[in-house]
Antibody, heavy 116, light 106 residues
Framework: QIQLVQSGPELKKPGESLKISCKAS????????MQWVKQAPGKGLQYMGW????????TYADDFKERFVFSLETSASTAYLQINNLKNEDTATYFC?????????WGQGVMVTVSS | DTVLTQSPALAVSPGERVTISCRAS??????MHWYQQKPGQQPKLLIY???HLESGVPARFSGSGSGTDFTLTIDPVEADDTATYYC?????????FGGGTKLELK
């Protein structure tokens, strides 16, 4: 069955960096783009952007053009989200989601807490 | 960016019919999709391309609309349907989500 399994929760200090993973299984990884979605505590879903799993080219939504990096390890069917120079407002749950004109499969989410 | 507007909350009794609306600030054709999110869980696709029921989703859920006005209907509502429902468009880049409608059961 199709699964997206994300890495575990993170507790970081402002200014630090982190890299979270999203491992896909049950389908051909390069057949579908991977998208990223942020959900701040008690808030709605915010689209962050996507990465082309065939070319590795990332595309970022306007709010995520600085400090955020999407990458791949295609041989491991894994997508990564790196956040640099963490800020308090990065505290959120981050979801990866497979893209097929809509988000058809989602990872379980990674809760990131940024606190001094 | 395309803004999607949803009512923030609804309360209904089990067995009733509920409609959740989503209005887009510009046309999105039929590229509107609906997700259900329960507390502590990831969103789950319910309806894609405005009216297509995702495999495995109960037939109590249905979607309609095109252009700027869309509706998710649950009929009849069951206790397990307590959740937040989001619409999302994929016609205009960047993709956007509605603010979510929290459905509570009386």
């Amino acid at each position: 069955q199709i699964q997206l399994v994300q890495s575990g929760p993170e507790l970081k200090k402002p200014g630090e960096s982190l890299k979270i993973s999203c491992k896909a299984s049950g389908y051909t990884f390069t057949d579908y783009a991977m998208q990223w979605v942020k959900q701040a505590p008690g808030k709605g879903l915010q689209y962050m952007g996507w990465i082309n799993t065939q070319t590795g080219k990332p595309t970022y939504a306007d709010d995520f053009k600085e400090r955020f990096v999407f990458s791949l390890e295609t041989s491991a069917s894994t997508a990564y989200l790196q956040i640099n120079n963490l800020k308090n407002e990065d505290t959120a749950t981050y979801f990866c989601a497979r893209w097929d004109i809509f988000f058809d499969y989602w990872g379980q989410g990674v809760m990131v807490t940024v606190s001094s | 960016d395309t803004v999607l507007t949803q009512s923030p909350a609804l309360a209904v009794s089990p067995g009733e019919r509920v409609t959740i609306s989503c209005r887009a600030s510009e046309s999105v054709s039929t590229l509107m999709h609906w997700y259900q999110q329960k507390p502590g869980q990831q969103p789950k696709l319910l309806i894609y391309l405005a009216s297509h029921l995702e495999s495995g989703v109960p037939a109590r859920f249905s979607g309609s609309g095109s252009g700027t006005d869309f509706t998710l209907t649950i009929d009849p509502v069951e206790a397990d349907d307590t959740a937040t429902y989001y619409c999302q468009q994929s016609w205009n880049d960047p993709w956007t989500f509605g603010g979510g409608t929290k459905l509570e059961l009386k």
